[in-house]
């Protein structure tokens, strides 16, 4: 029940989206078009509800709770930031409005794009731990919860690996192809201590 509401989740994230900018952009029904995109949050209200729901009846926490936690900590972190994309886009293609902006690809800004998105994965991450040590606490069986705690040990990992790939933009800045090379591929020449070069 749980994995199917997750899919329903997911299915009605993308239904709720495409509405909601059909009827601001097409339609040109600003107003209902925002309420409808204002309705996504539920989503995750409900499937919260219902796995507290399962818990509570009696059902023994499982990969499906665990995996539950993770959708929604992930859909609360990066839902704006898609809804905001695909809001760009669909603005561009069917409304006249101005290019999307698109990531930078190289240097500190670059660096700093990929900070961000580590910063939504490790927001997710901790939200998933939090509802996943909620979970924990109210079963209270140690035995039972233990593939809650593994979620949260791949919660933990999966954080990890965020903040090294951000820092690795910043330690190592992704540079322009050929960048520091001329038309030959050669090192630019460098001027010597009495400004000629060699």
Same mark, same amino acid.
């Given at each position: ?9 997911? &299915?009605? +994230?993308? &239904? ?5 900018? &059909? ?7 600003p107003r209902l078009g925002a309420a409808v995109l204002l309705c996504e949050p539920l989503l995750e209200v409900l499937l919260l509800a219902v796995t507290a729901v399962d818990l509570r009846?009696? !059902?023994?926490?499982?990969?499906? =709770?665990?995996?539950?936690? %993770?959708?929604?900590? +992930?859909? %609360?972190? =990066?839902? =704006?930031?898609? %809804? ?5 886009? +669909? ?15 190289? /240097?500190? !800004? #670059?660096?700093?794009?990929?900070? #961000?998105?580590?910063? #939504? ?17 109210? &079963?209270?069986? /140690?035995?039972? @919860?233990a593939s809650l705690t593994d979620w949260q040990a791949k919660m933990g990992w999966l954080m990890g690996i965020c903040v090294l790939w951000a820092a690795s933009y910043t330690i190592w ?10 038309? =030959?591929? !050669?090192?630019? $020449?460098?001027? @010597? $201590? #009495? /400004?000629?070069?060699?």
């Open positions: 029940m749980v994995v199917t509401l997750i899919v329903v989740c997911e &299915v009605a +994230f993308w &239904v709720l989206l495409g509405l909601g900018l &059909v009827l601001r952009y097409l339609a040109r029904l009846n009696g !059902a023994e926490p499982d990969w499906k =709770h665990g995996l539950a936690a %993770v959708y929604i900590g +992930f859909t %609360v972190t =990066h839902g =704006h930031y898609m %809804v905001r994309w695909a809001d760009g886009h +669909f603005a561009y293609r069917f409304a006249g409005g101005p290019p999307p902006v698109k990531p930078p690809k190289y /240097g500190r !800004a #670059r660096a700093a794009h990929e900070w #961000r998105m580590a910063a #939504r994965a490790v927001g997710a991450g901790l939200i998933a731990v939090v509802l996943l040590q909620c979970a924990i606490w109210y &079963v209270g069986d /140690g035995e039972q @919860t800045p992704k540079k322009p192809r050929g960048a520091g090379r001329d038309a =030959h591929g !050669a090192e630019p $020449s460098r001027p @010597t $201590s #009495r /400004g000629t070069t060699r």
